[in-house]
């Protein structure tokens, strides 16, 4: 099964120093502007979901959700979580404050990966 | 001589500014502010804690007792004071714009400034004029209803014109009496205090409290403050949700501006003769990299007729191609840098996307290494790929100077390419024809929608979303109504009982 979201180390030990501070976290990206299409990373359950939204998988535990409109561009991306050592983005992720933003990097699955990705879930 | 503006001296730090004072947070911190045109730190700005939003909305609050009650007239003087004092300064005020946000010069002397000038002076003068209703239900009723201000509101605001819509804000809500409580953006938090210490002694002390930090810690502390009556939020749309999800706490109500990916659509007759009007549609095409692409109305996505596309592609490109980048702070210079690292690293990502996912890169297309004093500032090329409607970087809100073009057979075609999008913002519409000037923008399900003209923003013209691009109309007297309500006088003139008890 090839799975839909990886991380890299860094991101892994900020999701690490986040969850000794917040406790258990989500991560949400949906779209629009200024921090639009960045992930955010919450407290779980400190964001409310739309129906239809989609869990594309976990990293360390934690849930990343997309947005369901977005889903329908994103599901034929690999997503890699990774961190950048800086902020600017705006929004209101957990990890600005420790002047650190989450990014995604997106690499297109190939023919082979699309038949064989772990499934998803949605808010139902 | 230099046509290089004169960066000015900046304080070694930048306290908040709370019932009219410049305040240091409480708990003492700072964090450092870069400016983009370099990426070198040039200030440091308050890291404020939840103790320092309860410190201005209690400021606000007892503000907001004389406040509201001042007179329109008194409250017009003050906010064409403001406004002779931002024209007074405008080249200053422009400058400090650009060294925070990374824009040229160019377009905070000519536009974000100018319009700040003239938001104040707009709701300075709508004001006067207003009359509440009366009317006579019956002829011994009588119903008043009086427009009252809402008390303290929350405005935060985004980076990509930080005085400008901290004002699109400001300016009405002061004009209907309310008291403000304003959180900058963490990445430009420098401005809108440079311009409080012009504009601060102007009004009364708690009126305008600006509170610098990180969405994370100060957003919901904030909001959900029970002495807030209203939430205005420009930004993205999951920290729109939220921020409507923090309104819920205490049933108030939020304005949201949140973006758009919006189609700049150019008809066949646009081709018809190459004169100024065919010039000025070329211009309309590349104002994609106006503000370098952050603007949440930027027409990202260019819907060219094919009988035109050559003719009309091959002169965007080569008005695209010769746009002239470097120092913000030069007036020649036409496009500026990105507003963040983390900005620029994102238009990156979908530089690279929009070239693996097969779209064809017309020009453009990497970052911009300006080299000397700039190598460390946030630049990108101006990029045009040519794709279809289902790819990404037609979907995703780039915010950048990236532009995404696709050709269309029909006005149906162009119109259902249009509307496929979850937002509905901005559009444009370029034709010659009469009736495709009144027809098209009518099927664009848009809350602005351009007609031979992109990226103007008049104060008298009401601006907002459709669909997931947002609530509320800023930019025209009806925003007032977003920060009063209504209070209704029903008065009996019958001296008779009801009869029932």
């Known amino acids: 099964m090839t799975k839909r979201i990886d991380a890299t180390e860094k991101a892994i030990e900020l999701i690490h120093i986040l969850k000794e501070k917040h406790g258990d976290l989500m991560f949400y990206q949906a779209g629009g502007c200024c921090e639009g299409t960045q992930p955010q990373c919450f407290e779980k359950g400190g964001f409310y979901q739309r129906m239809g939204d989609v869990c594309i998988g976990e990293i360390e535990g934690t849930e990343f959700w997309v947005d369901n409109d977005l889903f329908e561009y994103w599901k034929n991306a690999h997503f890699t979580l990774k961190v950048i050592d800086a902020f600017g983005a705006g929004g209101f992720s957990l990890e600005s404050p420790l002047k650190k933003s989450f990014q995604i990097e997106y690499r297109l699955f190939t023919e082979e990966e699309l038949e064989n990705l772990e499934p998803v879930h949605f808010i139902e | 001589m230099s046509n290089t503006a004169k960066r000015p001296d900046f304080k070694a730090k930048y306290d908040n500014y709370i019932g009219g004072k410049f305040t240091a947070p409480v708990k003492g911190n700072y964090f450092d502010v870069v400016s983009p045109i370099d990426g070198k730190v040039f200030t440091q700005a308050a890291h404020s804690t939840k103790e320092d939003i309860e410190l201005a909305v209690d400021k606000a609050h007892e503000a907001f007792e004389t406040w509201s009650k001042t007179s329109v007239t008194e409250r017009s003087i003050l906010l064409n004071k403001i406004a002779q004092k931002i024209e007074d300064n405008l080249e200053f005020i422009a400058t400090v714009e650009t060294i925070d946000n990374g824009k040229?010069?160019?377009?905070?002397?000519?536009?974000?400034?100018?319009?700040?000038?003239?938001?104040?002076?707009?709701?300075?003068?709508?004001?006067?004029?207003?009359?509440?209703?009366?009317?006579?239900?019956?002829?011994?009723?009588?119903?008043?209803?009086?427009?009252?201000?809402?008390?303290?509101?929350?405005?935060?605001?985004?980076?990509?014109?930080?005085?400008?819509?901290a004002v699109w804000k400001l300016a009405p809500a002061l004009a209907a009496g309310n008291t403000v409580v304003l959180k900058p953006a963490e990445s430009t938090p420098i401005s809108i205090l440079v311009l409080m210490e012009l504009i601060g002694d102007i009004l009364p002390p708690g009126v305008i409290n600006i509170v610098n930090g990180f969405g994370a810690e100060l957003g919901r502390p904030l909001v959900t403050?029970?002495?807030?009556?209203?939430?205005?939020?420009?930004?993205?749309?999951?920290?729109?949700?939220?921020?409507?999800?923090?309104?819920?706490?205490?049933?108030?109500?939020?304005?949201?501006?949140?973006?758009?990916?919006?189609?700049?659509?150019?008809?066949?007759?646009?081709?018809?003769?190459?004169?100024?009007?065919?010039?000025?549609?070329?211009?309309?095409?590349?104002l994609f990299a106006l503000n370098s692409g952050e603007i949440c109305t930027a027409p990202s996505r260019l819907l060219v007729h094919e009988d035109i596309y050559d003719k009309f592609m091959s002169r965007v490109i080569e008005r695209t191609e010769a746009i002239v980048a470097g120092n913000p702070l030069d007036k020649a210079t036409m496009i500026g840098a990105q507003a963040s690292l983390v900005q620029k690293e994102k238009i990156m990502s979908y530089l690279k996307l929009g070239k693996e996912e097969g779209a064809e890169l017309l020009t453009g297309g990497d970052e911009n290494k300006l080299g000397g004093d700039l190598d460390g500032g946030y630049y990108i090329q101006p990029t045009i790929f040519k794709g279809h409607n289902k790819m990404r970087i037609f979907q995703e809100e780039i915010f950048g100077p990236v532009l995404a073009v696709t050709t269309f057979k029909t006005t149906e075609e162009a119109i259902e390419i249009a509307n496929d999008t979850m937002y509905g913002l901005g559009a444009g519409v370029w034709t010659r024809d009469a009736h495709e000037i009144y027809q098209v923008p009518r099927a664009i399900k848009a809350g602005r929608v351009w007609i031979n003209q992109y990226h103007s923003y008049p104060a008298g013209a009401p601006f907002g979303g459709y669909k997931q691009s947002g609530i509320g109309r800023e930019n025209h007297k009806m925003m007032l109504g977003h920060y009063r309500q209504t209070k209704n006088m029903l008065i009996s003139y019958d001296k008779k009982k009801l009869g029932f008890f």
């Open chain 2, 104 to 165: 040229p010069i160019r377009e905070t002397l000519a536009a974000d400034i100018p319009l700040v000038v003239d938001h104040f002076r707009y709701f300075a003068g709508v004001i006067r004029a207003e009359e509440s209703s009366i009317a006579e239900l019956d002829s011994q009723t009588v119903s008043i209803a009086l427009s009252e201000p809402l008390g303290v509101i929350a405005q935060i605001i985004p980076w990509n014109f930080p005085i400008l819509m």
């Open chain 2, 225 to 286: 403050n029970k002495k807030v009556s209203k939430a205005a939020f420009t930004g993205s749309t999951a920290t729109g949700r939220l921020v409507m999800q923090y309104a819920t706490e205490n049933i108030i109500p939020v304005t949201l501006e949140l973006g758009g990916k919006s189609p700049n659509v150019f008809m066949k007759s646009v081709a018809d003769h190459d004169d100024d009007f065919f010039d000025k549609a070329i211009e309309g095409a590349v």
